[in-house]
């Protein structure tokens, strides 16, 4: 239900855009936009930032899960193959990323709304 309504705003989004375009093309020779048609332009792009910078965010907790998980195989198979100094990394590497990871999402998390703004009122000039 929630992707037919995702789907169904993202559509919206895209119309309104189309129409915006279209009636700049069509009726104005102006260079700047009217007022409403910049706070539509706000109103259309915000949402379609937020699902960007929210898939920026979540690349890159991927990324850092998969770079996790090579350096842990990596240290188990050092171990493995003899070099036992390495023994504490196969516990301290994934705790310390994790650590990290989570700062560094709750950081990201917190900027999506103001990047997301910021590009839509850029989208509005």
Known sequence: MKKIQLTGIAVLSLCLLHSVAWA???????????????????VVTYPVNVVRETGKVALGVGEKVLNTAADTA????????????????????PV???AEGLVATAT????IPLEAAKDSEEAAK
Do not use: F, H, R, Y
């Open 96 to 98: 310390k990323d994790t």
């Open 24 to 42: 700049e093309e069509e009726g104005t020779e102006k260079s700047e936009k009217s007022e409403t048609q910049q706070n539509v332009t706000k």
């Open 108 to 111: 990201a998390t917190a900027s």
């Open 74 to 93: 990596q240290t188990t198979g050092q171990v493995l193959t003899g070099d036992v100094k390495q023994a504490p990394n196969i516990v301290m590497t």
